[in-house]
């Protein structure tokens, strides 16, 4: 039986479409009897709790039940801060009669995605593979052993012209299918089932990385740049356009290899991350009051974003700003950075020290609603000088931007190309001025801001997301030395190790007060990462020794010993219908991506042999993904920035002194203040502190302050130059 081909709606592509007309608040749902989900802990089931639809949280009473009865299932796979699942609960899940249906024909499912990535990954899989495309709300009809035969995305409650399908006839249509042609339809979801299976191997020639590899990758992503508004995609297909901050951090990287030096494709991969990231800094996807990041814009300009906020994007892309720094000097870039993550700690940090995962794009089911002003509302606040020249910088105008906002309503941006910098020369008016003034200005505006509603929180701490938090306060710290960034980073590791292990084991999630889920791969991989950034900032060994071992948990968990590479669920986790052995790195890097980076990592700080094994086993299969399909490179990312930090080979870094010596403090922030894309960076105090950190860190062995005195030692794979024992020789060490 061939699949039944729909045009369907990602997420993401909805967005530029005209929404449907908001259905009115339904007070029913508050008086209603609430389902099983009224038990879970995920916010995004929890908002589903009153919904008609009888739902089952994922486990075995719903497959349980669906044998039983002889019924096919009904997934539906979304999470909190998702417009369209909350469209789709609107519109479908709150209908009664839809609702009548599902619970009369069918075993209903709801999954929150950011708490099962596993099952997301199966069946977001099956439809990818079988439309062509994916987003969420996921919805997937499976039989009772769970194996997929229909899948789509966002459905209309009825048949319309401009969005496809309606979900009501498809429920009738899928109903009339199971009765009158179940056999078959369980044999194609046998077969389906059986292809996702398979798909776990990559399918390229290349047996090794070369560095034509990061050749034919940066021609890629230079194919697909748009020069003019900075980001990736094609002529007429501009937007949505997303950050995709791993395609900049591989192209600072390609731009240090010597064969792009060479040929002068340097110079221009460093300028499209600069284009771009000058887009972010000024554009409407950055909010300019508040801090943070917006997940992507909908149009090509960075104008218009899609409101929500996510941890994840908080924490990669005021990564990719510090990189950016450190290669550019551009304050802008250090500030920027420092934004994004103040936004973190004054919104998605709690009390423990956990940071939270999101806020929702709707407030009270308008999206965007807290975050536009009208030009009158500036002016009210700000007094008509500084009002009508905070609307000119920001591009606030009577007529407004934003359509859905209603009339005159603007998203804040700068609105002159080159930035405040431009609009002080037009205006006369000094740089150092101008800045003060609107911050004082920001300031003024935001507070009455927060008194709006505010949009939903999702507090649910997740191991991965913190993961990448971690690192990025690290990182923040390194080139900022602000303590408060460190002290960040310190707390939420220490809240993670000591509220989300349990018996020896790392579990995913945490709210309000339940630690639950084993982890998978990609919480062991985010956070080992998070521990070795957290390591080269404080350069406490207690986060060395944990991330080592994370790592050997990781690879006795979820190592593949046939085909190498990582499983996403291990030993301890759920057996699915299809394994998963994810390498896409999408809006987060994959966690094979990230376990390769960590494994590359690991084997510089601590020579273990194991990491050295597996380290070299993903060099082969990142070989054979990067040369498996022109598409190779933009599907894999960061799968590259590890294929740069191979290629370039590693330096191994050792700071010997006290650690308030004032030449060790001027030698640790040139080395976290320069640019140095494969370094391991560890720091001993005395020669009984370098014998102690020898038993995780071998190659600090014998590397005491030589005669007592300060020294930095620059080592590759082991073997080390004579020490540097002043600034001076070590920058001239480092630049070499």
């Not at 609107?90 to 009548?100: D, K, L, V, Y």
């Not at 973190?344 to 002003?373: N, P």
């Not at 957290?534 to 020794?545: A, C």
């Not at 080592?548 to 990781?554: I, P, S, Y």
Request: glycine share 8%; aromatic share 10%; with cysteine.
């Amino acid at each position: 039986m061939r699949p039944v081909a729909l045009a369907l709606l990602a997420c993401a592509g909805l967005t530029a479409m005209e929404e449907p007309e908001k259905t009115k608040a339904i007070d029913r749902k508050a008086e209603r009897k609430a389902n099983r989900l009224a038990k879970e802990k995920s916010p995004y089931l929890l908002q589903h709790a009153h919904n008609p639809v009888d739902w089952y949280p994922w486990g075995a009473e719903a497959f349980e039940k669906a044998k039983r009865e002889g019924k096919p299932i009904f997934l539906s796979i979304g999470y909190a801060t998702c417009h369209w699942c909350h469209v789709m609960e609107r519109e479908s899940f709150e209908n009664e009669t839809i609702a009548q249906l599902l619970n009369e024909r069918f075993v209903a499912i709801k999954v929150d995605r950011e708490e099962r990535p596993d099952v997301d990954a199966v069946y977001m899989a099956a439809c990818q593979a079988q439309t062509g495309g994916g987003g969420w709300p996921l919805s997937a009809f499976l039989t009772p052993e769970g194996k997929p035969f229909f899948t789509g995305t966002y459905f209309p409650p009825n048949d319309d012209p401009r969005r496809g399908r309606g979900f009501l006839g498809i429920l009738k249509q899928i109903d009339q299918l199971w009765k009158d042609d179940r056999q078959n339809l369980v044999e194609h979801a046998g077969r389906f089932a059986e292809l996702l299976r398979r798909q776990t191997a990559p399918a390229g020639t290349a047996e090794k990385l070369e560095p034509r590899l990061l050749t034919l990758a940066y021609e890629t992503f230079k194919d697909s740049f748009d020069d003019a508004k900075g980001g990736f995609g094609a002529p007429g297909r501009w937007a949505p356009k997303f950050p995709r901050t791993a395609v900049l951090d591989f192209l600072m990287r390609y731009a240090q290899t010597k064969e792009a030096r060479a040929d002068g494709s340097a110079t221009m991969a460093i300028q499209m991350v600069q284009t771009t990231l000058d887009a972010l800094v000024h554009g409407g996807i950055r909010d300019h009051l508040g801090g943070g990041f917006h997940r992507y814009s909908t149009d090509r300009r960075w104008l218009i974003p899609h409101f929500e906020k996510m941890l994840y994007d908080q924490a990669l892309i005021a990564r990719t700003f510090c990189d950016a720094w450190r290669l550019t000097r551009n304050e802008a870039y250090r500030q920027t950075a420092r934004d994004a993550l103040d936004y973190v700690l004054a919104r998605l940090t709690s009390s423990e020290g956990g940071f939270f995962s999101a806020e929702d794009a709707d407030t009270q089911g308008v999206e965007g609603l807290t975050y536009t002003w009208k030009r009158s509302e500036v002016i009210e606040l700000l007094g008509k000088e500084r009002g009508e020249r905070f609307c000119e910088v920001y591009g606030v105008t009577a007529e407004g931007n934003f359509e859905e906002g209603g009339h005159g309503a603007c998203v804040l941006n700068v609105a002159l190309e080159g930035g405040v910098r431009a609009f002080a020369q037009k205006l006369s008016v000094p740089l150092e001025t101008l800045e003060r003034e609107l911050g004082e200005d920001r300031a003024k505006l935001l507070a009455p801001r927060n008194k709006r509603p505010q949009p939903l929180l999702d507090d649910k701490v997740l191991v991965e997301w913190n993961g990448f938090a971690i690192s990025a306060f690290a990182h923040v710290y390194q080139i900022s030395g602000e303590p408060k960034y460190l002290l960040a980073a310190r707390k939420a590791a220490e809240f993670i190790l000591a509220s989300l292990v349990k018996d020896g084991r790392l579990l995913r999630r945490f709210r309000a007060g339940e630690a639950a889920i084993d982890a998978f791969l990609e919480d062991h991989a985010a956070l080992i990462e998070g521990l070795l950034d957290l390591y080269e900032s404080s350069f406490e060994p207690r986060w060395l020794e944990s991330a080592t071992g994370l790592a050997a948990e990781m690879l006795k968990l979820f190592w593949d010993e046939k085909g190498g590479g990582f499983f996403s669920s291990g030993s301890r986790n759920e057996v699915l219908v299809a394994p998963t052995k994810e390498f896409y790195d999408g809006a987060v890097p994959s966690g094979n991506s990230v376990a390769w980076m960590a494994l590359l990592r690991l084997e510089e700080l601590t020579g273990g042999e194991a990491f050295r094994k597996a380290a070299d086993e993903m060099s082969r299969l990142a070989a054979k993904l990067l040369s498996g399909s022109d598409e190779g490179a933009a599907s894999h990312p960061y799968l590259l920035c590890g294929a740069a930090y191979s290629l370039l080979g590693a330096r191994e870094i050792v700071i010997a002194g006290p650690a308030q010596d004032p030449l060790v403090v001027r030698m640790t922030e040139e080395a976290h203040r320069r640019f140095l894309p494969a370094r391991a960076i560890l720091r001993v105090e005395s020669a009984e502190d370098a014998a102690r950190l020898a038993k995780v860190a071998p190659i600090v062995e014998g590397k005491g302050p030589p005669g007592g005195k300060p020294a930095a030692f620059v080592c590759r794979r082991g073997v080390c130059k004579l020490p540097a024992r002043d600034l001076e020789a070590l920058v001239k060490a480092l630049a070499e």
